[in-house]
């Protein structure tokens, strides 16, 4: 047990230098995690303040270039610095090795190499905001973006450069589900988990790449004048919306594809049953990483494209329902006469299934055409996404972080405060934003400082529940930091939640540098909890 | 690691099995790489699609103030380079150290070429204002019946930019290589860099087959 | 690593004879008026140029099948960009409703009106700056 004290990574080796040059995947898993966590903190804080300003209609709590700065940088930072990287670049790197059995990933080096480049692009960032701001809203639009006098370049120079990033990720996922998995561990035996983050790497490496030269356009129509995006020189506004959504609507499922998989591990472990249907699990999530790249023009239904590609497109849509109701369907079956227990990480689950349940539902709203021209740029919207990418992703990432908290620091949070703080996170987000449902259907559009009289019952709901969500979420990320610093350590040979892949059974807890003391033999699947009794074994 | 075979050649990585899982990992990778290029230059092709589309005459007409003498010469150049650098993986896998050095420095002199080339043509296009953007300035006989040309060498320029670029990233990658081959430190042990920038100057050359008649000879 | 294919020299010799070949045939092509088969001429040769290099030069013949995989699908998602896009591009204004939609550019940028006429060399040429005396010449 003392051996196994002194050998984990986050004490061995020591030094300040050998966490800035560490090629240890886990190592970079916190480095990700803790800056997203802190950009995380600080899109938040704009939302916050955001919500404030629409408390009234004539609230004047900051200008309103302030506002369209407000919105567009909560946007940028929330999806380029905190969600795309966060999920596969902090639990990804964390598990991904220990969930196929090997040492690390398959380059270390290009690893770290990706944080770092995620830094530096965040820096651009950072010098945006210093430096007065962007207000073209977080999707540049052209020609809008080519004139504003805001610091379009430095923003989109930053989110070119942490493009780099997640397609160095991606890449280095990719090649290490492939080729590193120890021998016996079939495709059809690895944690969906991977399988999600097989689905999101595929979605990076394919669509990013096209995102980094959208940018370079967009930077060259500035500099240059190049006319590909701007009507005054015989371009086209519409064709950027078409380069733009060639990677942002696949990029939505970047940011959702992990969530879907943390749930499929957290379900079957908290409810101690087989998972439901593993094969559709599996491949629902190849079908929707491809699908995503059929379906953009959804976004651009008011935009002028032709009426054709809007049938074509608002058809295709209604695909994407198919396997996310699988995924859905097969969380429930799941459940079902499964020992469910409601520990915290269980209890985002539950909160992801309704409130991703939701944010989907109203996505095949937005997906029919006719009632898109009717609800497109309202909040109707703005709900529906913040049902599918905070309901969705955020809780399903805070589920995630209290399922392998224990796992990943060898220590273990007030489950009780936990439990609260869910409960604050599920309670204030339908608090927030169900109201924008209403407000949208109302025809109170998105991006305005201020509004109409009567707007103002619902708006304010909307910013009082919204302090409860943020106070909420504050918790829950201090109650996990605390158990860090009350060093609350649990057994290195412990199982909380008797979990069956790999990471569980065959590491301890915080793992071992080199991840396994030997290498591990598969024995079991990772959910077969028909077959195999596994232990909840823990010191507390 | 308590595991790890004290024998192992020094180029494997500990948290490799061995050196064939190490190699078929690079070259996976490599190609997932490649895929990310090709699909950075789909953003262009598409661009060009939908303007030429859009501009058929323009395209047509523009074309001409293009020197295709010097397209070809170049596409020659780029071809003859990507042989050279085959045959420097060639002569590495039959471990003629010297031969493979020779061929590397040959690439790397073709790429010099092309270099060279396409700035004749790029500093002629400077000196008669055929430039992108609003930077577009040449108004002579056979351009002014042209309706918006700035269009066609936006992205002539910046498709043929970023190609250039791409050979000149190419060259500092041989130049490395010519290094650590004379070195003595690639062998047909252990030639994997070699592999991989070889696929990626194929890549190269694979992106002009398509350039070259889409701007030197619209029909 | 002696168990990797090498290619043979001779193959590698043919292959580039056959490169250079095809480039010539195809700027042969390229003055030979066939209409709209000129660029569906260019593009077979060009694939089949791109294919010579991809499958020999690049190894991808003797390759795992998953690289190759990974190379044809990013043609794939290429394919995928250029259909969709261009079923809105090519369809503006098919309903017929707003008939000048369907070349929505079409107008000459702004900033050519204040160009003066250039020689071949790119120099102003005096005397016919202005589109008036552009048009009487031309008749």
Request: no cysteine.
């Amino acid at each position: 047990m003392s051996e196994n004290k002194k050998q984990n990574y986050l004490n061995h080796p020591k030094g300040l230098m050998s966490w800035i040059l560490t090629l240890d995947h886990k190592r970079i898993g916190l480095m990700y995690l803790v800056s997203g966590i802190l950009f995380f903190f600080l899109g938040g804080l704009l939302a916050l303040v955001m919500r404030f300003e629409l408390a009234a209609p004539g609230n004047d709590v900051i200008s309103n270039e302030v506002y369209n700065n407000a919105y567009t940088l909560h946007g940028a930072i929330m999806i380029f610095l905190f969600i795309i990287p966060a999920i596969p670049g902090a639990l990804g790197n964390i598990l991904l090795p220990l969930m196929v059995g090997a040492k690390d990933v398959a380059f270390p080096r290009l690893n770290l190499a990706s944080f770092y480049i995620y830094s530096f692009g965040a820096l651009f960032a950072m010098y945006t905001i210093i430096n007065g701001g962007v207000d073209t809203g977080w999707t540049f639009y052209t020609p809008y973006s080519t004139q504003s006098s805001s610091n379009v370049v430095p923003m989109t120079l930053g989110i070119f450069i942490i493009g780099f990033s997640s397609i160095l990720t991606g890449l280095n996922f990719i090649a290490t589900i492939h080729k590193m998995r120890i021998p016996g561990l079939t495709w059809y035996k690895l944690p969906l988990f991977v399988w999600a983050l097989y689905g999101t790497s595929l979605v990076q490496i394919t669509a990013t790449p096209v995102l980094a030269i959208t940018m370079v356009l967009l930077m060259l129509e500035r500099f240059l004048g190049i006319g590909i995006f701007d009507p005054a020189l015989g371009g086209d506004p519409v064709l950027y919306q078409h380069f733009f959504w060639f990677y942002s609507h696949p990029a939505v499922y970047i940011m959702i594809l992990p969530a879907f998989g943390i749930i499929s591990e957290i379900i079957p472990v908290h409810s101690r049953k087989k998972i439901w249907g593993y094969k559709f699990i599996a491949y629902s999530t190849l079908s929707i990483a491809f699908i995503g790249f059929l379906v953009w023009g959804h976004h651009m239904f008011t935009s002028g494209q032709s009426v054709f590609s809007q049938i074509v497109f608002s058809f295709i849509t209604y695909f994407v329902g198919i396997p996310t109701g699988v995924k859905i369907f097969s969380w429930i079956l799941t459940m079902y006469k499964g020992q469910v227990s409601f520990t915290p990480p269980m209890m985002y689950a539950l909160a992801f299934l309704f409130l991703f349940t939701i944010g989907g539902l109203t996505g095949i709203f937005l997906g029919a055409v006719a009632l898109d021209i009717h609800l497109h740029d309202t909040y109707f919207v703005v709900a529906h996404f913040h049902y599918v990418m905070q309901g969705g992703t955020i809780v399903a990432f805070l589920g995630g972080l209290h399922h392998w908290w224990p796992k990943s620091f060898g220590v273990m949070y007030n489950q009780t405060v936990a439990n609260i703080a869910a409960l604050g996170v599920f309670i204030g987000f339908n608090g927030t934003f169900f109201p924008q449902f209403l407000l949208g259907l109302r025809g109170m559009p998105r991006r305005y400082a201020t509004y109409d009289e009567q707007f103002v019952e619902l708006h304010s709901y909307s910013t009082f529940w919204s302090g409860i969500l943020g106070l909420s979420i504050f918790l829950a990320i201090m109650n996990l930091f605390w158990s860090f610093i009350r060093k609350n350590k649990v057994d290195p040979g412990s199982n909380p939640w008797g979990g069956m892949s790999l990471e569980w059974t065959h590491t301890s807890s915080p793992p071992h540098p080199h991840n396994f003391e030997e290498e591990p033999v598969l024995q079991h699947g990772p959910y077969d909890y028909d077959k195999v009794i596994v232990e909840k074994t823990y010191n507390k | 690691m308590s595991d790890h075979n004290p024998n192992a050649p020094s180029h494997l990585k500990h948290y490799f099995h061995d050196v064939n899982q190490q190699y078929e990992t690079s070259k996976f990778a490599m190609w997932a790489f490649i895929l990310t290029e090709v699909l950075t230059f789909a953003g262009l092709f598409v661009a060009y699609i939908v303007y030429r589309s859009w501009y058929p005459d323009m395209f047509v007409d523009a074309h001409k103030l293009l020197d295709v003498n010097k397209g070809l010469t170049n596409t020659i150049v780029l071809i003859t380079s990507s042989l050279t650098m085959a045959l420097a993986i060639w002569a590495i896998q039959k471990n003629n150290k010297k031969l493979s050095v020779f061929m590397l420095v040959a690439t790397f002199i073709f790429a010099l070429a092309f270099l060279g080339i396409k700035y004749l043509e790029y500093s002629h296009k400077f000196e008669v204002g055929q430039l992108p953007g609003l930077y577009y300035s040449y108004m002579g006989p056979d351009a002014m019946h042209l309706n918006n040309p700035h269009i066609f060498f936006s992205i002539y320029f910046i498709m043929t930019g970023l190609h250039g670029l791409h050979v000149a990233i190419g060259m500092g990658l041989i130049a490395w290589l010519i290094y650590s081959t004379q070195k003595g430190n690639l062998t047909s042990e252990y030639y994997t860099p070699m592999e991989m920038i070889g696929i990626f100057w194929h890549l190269v050359d694979l992106i002009w087959i398509y350039l070259f008649p889409l701007f030197y000879l619209i029909g | 690593m002696s168990e990797h294919h090498i290619t043979p020299l001779k193959t590698y010799l043919i292959i580039a004879s056959l490169l250079l070949f095809l480039s010539g045939v195809t700027v042969w092509v390229s003055y030979v008026d066939l209409g709209p088969l000129n660029i569906v001429v260019a593009m077979l040769v060009a694939t089949v140029k791109a294919s010579l290099v991809a499958f020999f030069f690049m190894h991808l013949l003797w390759d795992d099948k998953k690289n190759l995989t990974l190379f044809l699908m990013s043609l794939m998602f290429f394919g995928i960009f250029v259909t969709i896009t261009l079923l809105d591009t090519e369809f503006r204004g098919d309903l017929g409703l707003n008939p000048e939609v369907k070349n929505p550019i079409n107008n000459r940028a702004a900033f050519y009106d204040t160009l003066p006429l250039t020689d071949t060399h790119g120099h102003p040429v005096d005397g016919h700056s202005d589109d008036h005396d552009k048009d009487k010449d031309h008749h």
